[in-house]
């Protein structure tokens, strides 16, 4: 997706701002000198990489017409923007090693390039992985705490209702989004289907995306830039249910290509997501589906496939969730978040560019594929 024209919001303030930051922490006497220095440039660059999203929304429900921020001044903005790609750093760094993703954007993940290189210098598969996962867990660990540390440091000036609001919804993005990933986590590991019928099956789908992705991806960001916009306390409200709706779509989007898309446009080899059992909204429906039995076949042998044997697993899984009709459903629930999106936003009254760039998102991504 292009996300219509969201890439053309200007970023140079935020990134000024993590580079002082980051380079700040660098120098304190309390570092881990060559290492603790290497650290922290591992999460700064990965806080300059992907598409930005999150930042990116926190600038655009800042702006009001052509004045920009109206409320807070534009360090407040370029800071708050610059935490959400501290926080979306942190989860990553910790997602790759939960999903054991050895791919992200396109090159090896953190902790793959980590164990290539403890390989590299002698030490042991299994000792090298574990290095590899270790540096990941930390610097994504430093990502977090540095969220945080920014989120004080940036709004110093910002009044202090608003600012313990953005306090506020930090923190409870951070928890909810633990708690999504921790829903992922046991739905993989439970076996397929389980004891639980064909509605909980999505609903519990469902569920995970809203608290592992849509809340941190969409919602707080949007309502974070809404508060510094000084827009009424209505609209922050409104803007957050739009989010949480886009930021379904964005997920089971996101589900889809981990399937049907390909690692030029994902960053990431397909096939991970079966590899690693994903209850996604995609599978749920195609396990409550007739042909529930071939998925997980399917399954369970892309759990101890190669990677040439999970090219061939996954082009088979395509046209099996195509026939039983596991697209056709995802796809029209994707279409039902962003009308519900849609919904929202007139009532709400938001302003330009807000308001706008939110109708033309919700339709891009509603759009018939």
């Known amino acids: 997706m292009n996300y219509l024209g969201l890439d053309a919001i200007d970023l140079a303030a935020v990134d000024s701002t993590l580079e002082r930051f980051v380079r700040t922490q660098q120098d304190c006497g309390r570092g881990a000198g060559d290492h603790g220095r290497s650290l922290w440039e591992e999460v700064l660059t990965h806080t300059r990489s992907g598409k930005r ?145 064909p509605a909980d099956l999505r609903s519990d789908a469902l569920r995970t995306a809203e608290l592992k992705t849509a809340v941190y991806t969409f919602q707080a960001p949007l309502m974070s830039g809404a508060l510094l916009a000084g827009l009424e306390t209505e609209q922050v409200q409104a803007v957050g249910r739009i989010g949480t709706q886009l930021g379904m779509a964005y997920q089971l989007e996101d589900d889809l290509q981990g399937v049907f898309g390909d690692q030029e446009s994902t960053g990431k080899p397909v096939g991970g997501d079966l590899r690693e059992g994903k209850h996604t909204y995609l599978m749920a429906s195609a396990l409550m589906s007739p042909r529930a039995a071939e998925v997980r076949e399917l399954l369970a042998r892309s759990a101890v496939a190669t990677d040439a044997d999970l090219a061939g697993i996954t082009v088979s899984m395509r046209e099996l969730l195509t026939r039983c009709g596991a697209l056709d459903a995802t796809s029209e629930q994707i279409r039902r978040h962003a009308h519900q999106a849609q919904q929202h936003i007139g009532p709400a009254q938001l302003p330009d560019p807000l308001g706008s760039t939110l109708r033309r998102l919700a339709e891009e991504i509603g759009a018939p594929r």
């Not at 790609?85 to 090896?108: E, K």
């Not at 705490?145 to 608003?162: D, I, K, N």
């Open 53 to 197: 999203l999150r930042s990116r929304l926190v600038v655009l429900a800042a702006q009001v017409g052509e004045r920009g921020p109206s409320a807070a001044t534009a360090d407040a903005v370029a800071a708050v923007a610059a935490v959400y790609g501290l926080l979306h750093a942190a989860f990553i760094l910790h997602d790759d090693v939960i999903d054991r993703d050895d791919m992200r954007y396109g090159r090896p993940s953190l902790h793959a390039s980590h164990a290539a290189g403890a390989r590299s210098r002698g030490m042991s598969g299994e000792s090298a992985i574990h290095r590899g996962y270790s540096r990941s867990i930390l610097a994504g660990d430093l990502a977090l705490a540095a969220a945080y540390r920014l989120l004080l440091a940036g709004t110093a000036e910002v009044q202090a209702p608003e600012r313990e609001q953005l306090q506020r919804i930090l923190h409870d993005t951070v928890v909810t989004t633990t708690l999504g990933e921790l829903l992922d986590v046991e739905l993989a590991l439970a076996p397929a289907g389980g004891d639980a019928g």
